[in-house]
T-cell receptor, first 113, second 114 residues
Framework: DAGVTQSPTHLIKTRGQQVTLRCSPKSGHDTVSWYQQALGQGPQFIFQYYEEEERQRGNFPDRFSGHQFPNYSSELNVNALLLGDSALYLC????????????FGPGTRLLVL | AQSVTQLDSQVPVFEEAPVELRCNYSSSVSVYLFWYVQYPNQGLQLLLKYLSGSTLVKGINGFEAEFNKSQTSFHLRKPSVHISDTAEYFCAVRANTGGFKTIFGAGTRLFVKA
């Protein structure tokens, strides 16, 4: 049973560029959440997707957007990258009926130069 | 809204000694509580969770935590630590109704010395 997978594992971009990160949820899960973890800090909630809709959003600007596909996989897009966007981006999946239990992927480490 | 405070940023401890990692939370509604562990260059792994019922929760790797509603705390304990327990530990909270976001503390770095 495959767990949560994320791609790519590492990414280097320059300021102003755009980036897309990908997440495949654990088998059987229908809900995907994205978190940003800056160095030395705890993860911060970006948003959650269920049935291809954004259900809730954290305190992140509109430069951060997402998408969920019919197969429940998800993408996180960040436009106009800033140096401060450098972080580990974590994807977590859950089953709607057991939404309190999330399984995290290994993350994508983004460095913005 | 919820918030989480992890009272210690770093906890050094000798191997086979007991350890307690402290976590306080704030919320105007009832919550679910979690402890996660993060090893270097990895994602988060769930150690244990409190949803309801017994206030003493047992998790993986010999860890346990006690939910104290009056003190709004959820401290993590292990009676005897191993070198392999060296990692970052995160306490987290989520409202049990009307919300989907999980709020994490800043983390506690547990360093187990030989």
């Amino acid at each position: 049973d495959a767990g949560v997978t994320q791609s790519p594992t590492h990414l280097i971009k320059t300021r102003g560029q755009q980036v897309t990160l990908r997440c495949s949820p654990k088998s059987g899960h229908d809900t995907v959440s994205w978190y940003q973890q800056a160095l030395g800090q705890g993860p911060q909630f970006i948003f959650q997707y269920y049935e291809e809709e954004e259900r809730q959003r954290g305190n992140f600007p509109d430069r951060f957007s997402g998408h969920q596909f019919p197969n429940y996989s998800s993408e996180l897009n960040v436009n106009a990258l800033l140096l401060g966007d450098s972080a580990l981006y974590l994807c977590a999946s859950s089953l709607l009926t057991h939404g309190e239990t999330q399984y995290f992927g290994p993350g994508t480490r983004l460095l913005v130069l | 809204a919820q918030s989480v405070t992890q009272l210690d940023s770093q906890v050094p401890v000798f191997e086979e000694a007991p350890v307690e990692l402290r976590c306080n939370y704030s919320s105007s509604v009832s919550v679910y509580l979690f402890w996660y562990v993060q090893y270097p260059n990895q994602g988060l792994q769930l150690l244990l969770k409190y949803l309801s019922g017994s206030t003493l929760v047992k998790g993986i790797n010999g860890f346990e935590a006690e939910f104290n509603k009056s003190q709004t705390s959820f401290h993590l304990r292990k009676p005897s630590v191993h070198i392999s327990d060296t990692a970052e530990y995160f306490c987290a909270v989520r409202a049990n109704t009307g919300g989907f976001k999980t709020i994490f503390g800043a983390g506690t770095r547990l360093f187990v010395k030989a």
